[in-house]
Nanobody, 125 residues
């Protein structure tokens, strides 16, 4: 699976961005797809995941109510709508595909088999 992330940029605090992750290369995209982020000096952290078939979503507590993950199965594309952005949301955002993860592991980066190249999100105060 090849994953292409896009949509990052520079935005002021309180603003919005929508990230996209286009998947290609295989008919079976994965059981879960997810968004993770990594700020300089920090480990990669879970942001949100979506069950590709059912559409059930899971969000990290730090982004609940502000970020929304979604997918368009016809386009093999996943999205992350980010509203009310804060400076602490600044990071490189990565999308991933987990071929066989279960719900309890969908928030662990180790469960993901493929990763996109990352897109930078910078939120200024």
């Amino acid at each position: 699976v090849q994953l292409q992330a896009s949509g990052g940029g520079l935005v002021q605090a309180g603003g919005s961005l929508r990230l996209s992750c286009a998947a290609s290369g295989r008919t079976y995209i994965g059981r879960y797809m997810g968004w993770f982020r990594q700020a300089p000096g920090n480990e990669r952290e879970f942001v949100a995941a979506i069950n590709w078939n059912s559409g059930h979503t899971y969000h990290a507590d730090s982004v609940k109510g502000r970020f929304t993950i979604s997918r368009d199965k016809a386009k093999n594309t996943m999205y992350l709508q980010m509203n009310s952005l804060k400076p602490e949301d600044t990071a490189v955002y990565y999308c991933g595909s987990a071929l066989s993860a279960i719900t309890s592991s969908s928030s662990s980066s180790g469960a993901y088999d493929y990763w996109g190249q990352g897109t930078q999100v910078t939120v200024s105060s």
